[in-house]
């Protein structure tokens, strides 16, 4: 029922789902039957998610899809110890697919038949690996309450932890991960020179912005309502949910500048119960078609297939954060570097933060 009312909720907001290849005219490398699992992240946005991906892969190939959440190695990882592994497909966190990869969990991505179906030159090769294939960037940006602090926020994150030029309450993540790397742009290192962290310089550099924080975020879910309620004049926000707000019209202004992207991927784990449909759904979720309706439902995110940004209106891609000019200072965080140095990280972080 609350997939079928999610779909009613598109129809009435007049949106179209992904109308490429119809039932009769799907290859027959892609034809099968029986049903897919599929992890993901679940969240208010995640019903417009599946009917802009799988949306007609169902009715194309004859193979259901199911979902599930949240994606977590370790569970994976015990799944497949006692050889029970449940889900086909996965959506995970760059660190989270490197981490999978490392304990021998995953099944090469089959894109000789990925090519039966998209084009090669579409999709962007820094999003192509071994073990899997980009499916969202998420951004963490800038936002502002244009009330108490203006329509002109501050420009980069330095000038978000100026509180003469922009008194108020602030707000972050309490996660290291991308703490570190605002705290280490707000002491002047460009996006570009972020990597390798030097974590004596990010720690001290966190000792001079933590003062200025007046809130460290838990939840996610927290940063929908801490402007509206009024509790943060500035934060640093996920750019899906600050925009979900926007669109309620919620009196909040956000920057691109220096906006921090992390990368997902679609990756298919080494003993899912339908390895070979699970290579269908994930080619078949690189269709410019279906990116292009994801980008059009949900305007905030980057695509593998680069040809999805042909044809989106000049509103929607102003709204995206890997459009040229939004993504010009950004910084993408870097997974291996995560996956390598977390544990070292981690109890050092755990501690500072607990001395707040």
Do not use: C
Request: aromatic fraction near 8%.
């Amino acid at each position: 029922m609350k997939s079928r009312l999610g779909l009613i909720a598109l129809v009435a907001l007049g949106l179209s789902l992904p109308s490429g290849l119809h039932a009769q005219q799907a290859p027959e490398a892609f034809r099968g039957s029986g049903k897919l699992v599929v992890n993901n992240w679940g969240g208010p946005t995640v019903e417009r998610m599946h009917a802009a991906w799988y949306g007609d892969f169902s009715k194309a190939t004859g193979i259901e899809v199911s979902f599930t959440s949240i994606p977590d190695v370790a569970k994976l990882k015990v799944m497949n110890q006692v050889r029970n592994v449940e889900w086909d497909v996965v959506d995970f966190e760059g660190s989270q697919m490197l981490l999978a990869m490392k304990d021998d969990l995953l099944e090469p991505i089959d894109y000789d038949l990925m090519f039966k179906l998209v084009p090669k030159e579409q999709l962007d090769p820094a999003q192509m690996t071994k073990y899997g294939v980009g499916s969202i960037a998420f951004a963490t940006i800038m936002a502002w309450n244009t009330e108490t602090v203006g329509k002109k926020g501050p420009a980069n994150w330095a000038e978000f932890f100026d509180t003469k030029t922009f008194p108020g309450r602030r707000a972050l993540y309490a996660r290291a991960k991308p703490t570190l790397e605002i705290a280490l742009m707000a002491d002047g290192v460009a996006p570009k020179d972020i990597y390798p962290i030097d974590i004596d310089r990010a720690f001290k550099a966190l000792d001079k912005i933590g003062p200025k924080v007046n809130l460290w975020v838990e939840k996610t879910s927290q940063w929908d309502v801490l402007i509206q309620n009024k509790e943060v004049d500035l934060m640093g926000s996920s750019l899906a949910r600050t925009m979900a707000q926007i669109d309620r019209g919620e009196p909040i202004g956000i920057g691109y500048n220096q906006s921090i992207m992390e990368q997902s991927y679609w990756a298919i784990p080494k003993s899912a119960p339908n390895i070979k449909d699970a290579q269908k759904l994930v080619a078949w979720m690189m269709r410019a078609e279906g990116a292009r309706a994801a980008l059009k439902l949900l305007p905030y995110y980057s695509m593998a297939n680069k040809a999805a940004l042909d044809g989106i209106p000049k509103e929607t891609l102003a709204r995206l954060p890997g459009a040229p000019e939004n993504s010009a200072n950004s910084l993408t965080i870097d997974a291996k570097w995560w996956l390598e140095n977390d544990a070292k990280v981690q109890p050092r972080w755990l501690d500072w933060l607990s001395r707040r």
